[in-house]
């Protein structure tokens, strides 16, 4: 018998307000009750360092931290600044793999961060006293929307689709155990389609509102003073799958989960929150068969195998379990591939959208480079031709024409890179639909057969 608990946590940029600080407070208050923790955020290595050593003196004796990040573009110091991606762990870590999202923001956006992260998806492999469990972690990009609200304004919100894709396609090529983790920073609400479409096509179930009856915030509530006054929302998740086993064997079970509240009283003597974002706890336990949650719950109605026979029984199965319906009733595999097929439909317009705005962003950066070297040519000209002759002649023409060759790179480097991209990432949907397509005439045909 194991327990088992993940958090995550952000602590923001090095130049976050009292950083290091927060990131020793961070080390001490994981510091017991957990045996798996994920961070976040920890981009730079001197928090980073800092978290690892007081964590190891925790009986953390594992860790891995995921450095294949790009960087600032300054004389920071080799291997400076990472993807923020941290875990500890008390288990063995046997192996790590980390796969780079294709859509990772944009290099010229030094302020948003999100493509000197490298976002991705990290993969480990814990070896647990009761065998080995999938452990993934990502940080899908940021909302730059007005207090992070999601809908209009949110141009990135065609990214995060496709990186919730990608994410959903490399732990469905990786998976392999029994118990699979997937936790991190989508900075989507759970009603997003960022979240759809692992929980869909995964089959994940999100820890949180299975053991809860209301959703909680991990940003922006009122007692975090670092984002309080941004939309409100749970972006922070810990999602799992569990494999079936045979009936009688032992298994792993939810237990329970929770928002992490952590808080310090700083030097100044002031209550200060270890993050801008709360953390989510799960704990997780290895043990004999037990009663599932749901059957657990006070007016839980248990249905007998003669009522299971009746018609009223679908109605009974719902009402056994009034805050999780999915545990009492599963999907039959022509709803599941249907459900698939709308959950990829909506992914690949989300992409399609993406893509226009590119080609349309494409296009005006590059009018904006013929422009501006029309400009720089035109200044050139008239100081050669002594038609206006003045000493700012040759700062005009090394301004136009140093912004009319910015503007050219990236719209052949980037912004071409990211067309096709979009493109990339459609036709591979579009592969997964007509696959989804092929299954679910089979199972028609089946059924019609019988």
């Known amino acids: 018998m194991i327990e088992t608990l993940f958090v995550t946590v952000d602590t923001g940029l090095p130049v976050a307000p009292r950083c290091t600080e927060r990131a020793a407070e961070i080390a001490s208050a994981i510091s017991e009750g957990y045996e798996l923790v994920v961070l976040q955020e920890i981009w730079h290595i001197r928090e980073r360092n800092l978290v690892i050593s007081k964590a190891q003196q925790s009986g953390f004796h594992y860790y891995h931290y995921f450095n294949s990040a790009v960087g600032f573009p300054f004389p920071m110091g080799a291997d400076s600044f990472g993807t923020g991606l941290l875990v500890l762990s008390k288990f063995p870590i046997s192996s790590a793999l980390y796969h780079s999202f294709s859509l990772s923001g ?11 992260a490298n976002k991705g998806v990290g993969l480990l492999r814990v070896e647990t006293p009761v065998g080995q469990i999938d452990v993934y972690v990502t940080h899908l990009l940021a909302n730059y929307n007005t207090g992070g609200k999601p809908g209009p304004g949110d141009f990135y919100q065609w990214h995060r689709t496709g990186q919730s894709y990608e994410l959903t396609r490399f732990i469905l090529a990786t998976n392999r155990n029994k118990l699979t983790i ?132 679908k109605r009974a199965a719902e009402s056994a379990c009034p805050h999780c319906e999915e545990n009492g009733m599963e999907q039959s595999d022509e709803e599941k591939a249907a459900a698939d097929a709308a959950c990829l439909q909506e992914v690949q317009n989300l992409l399609n959208i993406g893509r226009n705005e590119a080609i349309a962003a494409r296009h005006v950066r590059l009018w904006r480079a013929v422009a501006f070297f029309v400009a720089a040519l035109a200044v050139f000209v008239t100081h050669m031709m002594s038609i206006v002759v003045s000493n700012w002649s040759w700062v005009a023409v090394l301004l136009f024409g140093m912004i009319s060759v910015t503007e050219y790179v990236l719209t052949f480097f980037f912004l071409t890179f990211e067309c096709s991209t979009f493109t990339e990432l459609i036709n591979q949907v579009q592969l997964h639909r007509h696959l989804h397509a092929h299954r679910t005439k089979s199972l028609v045909q089946a059924t019609t057969d019988l």
Not at 106 to 115: G, I, K, N, V
Request: proline letters at 7%.
């Open 106 to 116: 944009r290099p010229y956006a030094l302020h948003e961060s999100d493509f000197i």
């Open 182 to 313: 997937v936790c991190g920073d989508f900075n989507s609400s759970p009603d997003c389609l960022e979240l759809k479409v692992p929980k869909q096509l995964l089959c994940l179930r999100d820890a949180y509102t299975d053991t809860n009856d209301e959703d909680g915030l991990t940003f922006a509530s009122p007692d975090n003073k670092y984002s309080h006054g941004e939309h409100p929302m749970r972006m922070d998740y810990v999602m799992y799958k569990i494999d079936k086993q045979p009936k009688g064997a032992s298994d792993w079970h939810l237990v329970q989960s929770s928002i992490f509240k952590g808080f310090f009283t700083d030097s100044r003597g002031e209550k200060t929150p270890l993050s801008d974002h709360f953390g989510v706890q799960a704990e997780f336990l290895f043990s004999e068969p037990r009663t599932p949650l749901c059957e657990q719950q006070e007016g839980y109605d248990v249905v007998s195998t003669d009522e299971l026979a009746s018609p009223n029984a």
